[in-house]
Nanobody, 115 residues
Framework: QVQLVESGGGLVQPGGSLRVSCAAS????????MGWYRQAPGKQRELVAH???????NYADSVKGRFTVSKDNAKNTVYLQMNSLKPEDTAVYYC?????????WGQGTQVTVSS
């Protein structure tokens, strides 16, 4: 079984920065992709960013230039550095990983951008 544990969410003022982390543990042999989705109240879950096993990254247009996804392979951990945060970035952020055809999800961490 695979477990994902997120940390680092919280309240930040507009224009501020926050970093969220997600550590994977369990019977992991090979990770294809790790990344982040988010879901705001009343909205569908949307992809924020992901990073592949080879280090390629992909971002939603709304976060390009502001967010950076990175990973530490030795720790099976993925990070999301969020800069220049906006109120519309407020959401629950969920990390995920793919392994073969399987998807695994974290429990989510709340990020609130408000003055």
């Amino acid at each position: 079984q695979v477990q994902l544990v997120e940390s680092g969410g919280g309240l930040v003022q507009p224009g501020g920065s926050l970093r969220v982390s997600c550590a994977a543990s369990g019977s992991i042999i090979s990770i294809n992709t790790m990344g982040w989705y988010r879901q705001a109240p009343g909205k569908q879950r949307e992809l924020v960013a992901h990073i592949t096993s080879g280090g390629s990254t992909n971002y939603a247009d709304s976060v390009k230039g502001r967010f950076t996804v990175s990973k530490d392979n030795a720790k099976n951990t993925v990070y999301l550095q969020m800069n220049s945060l906006k109120p519309e970035d407020t959401a629950v952020y969920y990390c995920y990983l793919t392994w073969g055809t399987s998807w695994y999800w974290g429990q989510g961490t709340q990020v609130t951008v408000s003055s």
